[in-house]
């Protein structure tokens, strides 16, 4: 038995096969095409490539998605970052690839994986927060993936940390939700900012030919160079904001950081730890705050679960 587990993001869809022991047999990643109808395409085709030299038969789909799900009618509800709106994505699904297909919410299926084998393993109360384009979010409460009234809650990443910040992505109405502070888009904004006003620094050098973004911004303060450890610092440190009043509304004993942003380890970590330590009220400080045990590919891992759950 093999499932196939897709993760669809905002700027890239990450598609693998898990085995009987949901270990990640193949993956392939493919950047993330607008709309819904494209997408559905998209999955489609990664579903019969991966297909193709399975071995097993594959039983199921498990499909991750940034977006809301309606639990009652099983459509996407709603998707900051791909234009999906009360569309319903399994059906299509299910006439081309012949199989059965469950989705859920991408940070939820995140949660999932860490819940099930990685970093929250074992816990009653959990949280996780991915950083990519956007910020997801995920709840674990008594053990269970918490979704919401109707599925359309845990949307971590649009809790206000700043009432007057920067407006928010795609058509969230909201500013200064956590995602506008420190999602790989804010940090890309705000490395590129400092490089404006600083040509002559590393930084600037690289936005001079324009290769700066959150990943060229990490290698460089992986390198030491003071200007980018700041900025990644500054978004540790809205991101501690975030995880202080998640850790005072759900008291969890973890807090798990994925998402691609998460690559940069204790250079967002150890600023967020040290802010969340300083506002959150004494007992919630409990929380330890972790990086995700599956990195970019929990999401992924996580829609193989839902796929071998539902069979
Ligand atoms: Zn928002």
Redesign the pocket.
Known sequence: MAVIGIDVGGTKIAAGRLGTDLCVERSVVIPTPHGGIKIVDAIAALCADLGSDSTAPITAIGVGLPATIDAVTGRVAHS?HTGMVDFDAAGPLETRTGLPVVLDNDANLALLAEHRMGAAEGSQTALLLTLGTGVGGGIVIGGQIFRGGRGHGAEL??ICVDGDGPP??GD?P?HG?L??MCSGTAITRDLRAFAAVNPNTALGALHAVGKLDSRSGLALARDGDSDALQVFAGAGRWLGVGVASLCNAFDPDVVVIGGGVSDAGEVILGPARKEYLARALPPTRRAEVVRATFGHEAGMVGAGILAADAI
Request: hydrophobic letters at 10%; proline letters at 0%.
């Open positions: 900051v990443g649009h928010c992505q969230c909201g939700c995602e506008t």
